[in-house]
């Protein structure tokens, strides 16, 4: 019994020192590089230590207004999807398990960003299949006069793609979680206490399915604070978000704003670990 203690304690003890070699040790080896680029101590232009490249980014209202709108998208980018994934993961958790309606939502996680962007494109542009289809209608007099949800001022078609993507995640998840953690029975429960069908919703399944499916909630977020294709492809030219910002500065033809994409990976880090540190104090 002790040798096979030994053996588990030894084995666990190898896949965390092979974990962090092969996935911390890079990450942690990347931010300290992005840290001392920022700073001018590394790089093709290094100068010594210096803030400058951190005061021209944060003295103008570009790195703001990108921040700002990276959150804002990302907000509402994952409370539709959860909002989206808990109605039908409610709706056809018994569906969802097998059958037609399980493989038509296994479906979009198939898609990869690029797709869904384009999708979007020729779904939701001016001269897209709802412009072409309301005209043929008579709904509208020209296609002029359909409202683009590409390049669009509100990042709707930005929101509209990672939903499209994300949305079907949940509602699988959801449903699984309906069954694993046994919701029918508490909501029969709460019924002989005399909780109508909307009080059971609402106050027994809802906050418990949230509650369960934090983690991944928090990791959407993460995950459209920090995409790049589908911000690329359908964001305007100016605001930009975080990482298509970072993206420009570092590839553009003025090596001098090299460093500045530096400056926002760092930032970007900084966003995603306060939103994890926020997200364990809120689950302890």
């Not at 399980?102 to 020729?122: C, N």
């Not at 995640?169 to 449903?175: D, I, R, Y």
């Not at 919701?183 to 429960?189: D, G, K, P, Q, Y």
Request: glycine share 8%; with cysteine; proline share 4%.
């Amino acid at each position: 019994m002790t040798t096979k203690k030994s053996i588990i304690s030894l084995a666990n003890n190898g896949g965390i020192a092979l974990y962090c070699l092969l996935v911390v040790f890079p990450m942690l080896a990347a931010f300290v590089y992005a840290f001392l680029y920022s700073f001018g101590v590394v790089g093709v232009f290094s100068e010594g230590v210096t803030v400058r490249h951190w005061a021209a980014l944060f003295s103008s209202s570009e790195l703001a207004r990108s921040i700002g709108l990276s959150i804002v998208l990302a907000f509402f980018t994952t409370l539709l999807s959860v909002f989206i994934g808990l109605l039908t993961g409610l709706a056809l958790h018994e569906h969802l398990r097998k059958g037609v309606f399980s493989t038509i939502a296994h479906i979009p996680l198939a898609i990869p960003p690029v797709v869904a962007a384009f999708a979007i494109i020729q779904l939701c542009s001016g001269s897209g299949f709802a412009a072409r289809l309301l005209l043929a209608c008579g709904v509208i007099g020209s296609l002029a006069e359909f409202p683009s949800l590409v390049h669009d001022t509100l990042g709707i078609g930005i929101v509209c793609a990672f939903t499209l993507t994300a949305a079907p995640f949940f509602a699988l998840l959801f449903a699984a979680l309906y069954e694993s953690e046994n919701v029918r029975h508490l909501e029969e429960l709460a019924a002989t206490l005399g909780a109508s069908r909307l009080q059971r919703r609402w106050r027994v399944s809802i906050p418990l399915l949230v509650r369960r499916a934090g983690a991944n909630i928090t990791l959407l977020f993460v995950a459209v604070l920090g995409g790049y294709e589908i911000p690329l492809l359908l964001g305007l030219q100016s605001p930009q978000m975080l990482s298509v910002l970072a993206h420009r500065k570092y590839a553009m033809f003025d090596l001098a704003e090299k460093p500045q994409a530096f400056v926002l990976a760092v930032v970007y880090t900084a966003l995603v670990m306060v939103l994890l540190v926020f997200f364990m104090k809120k689950k302890r």
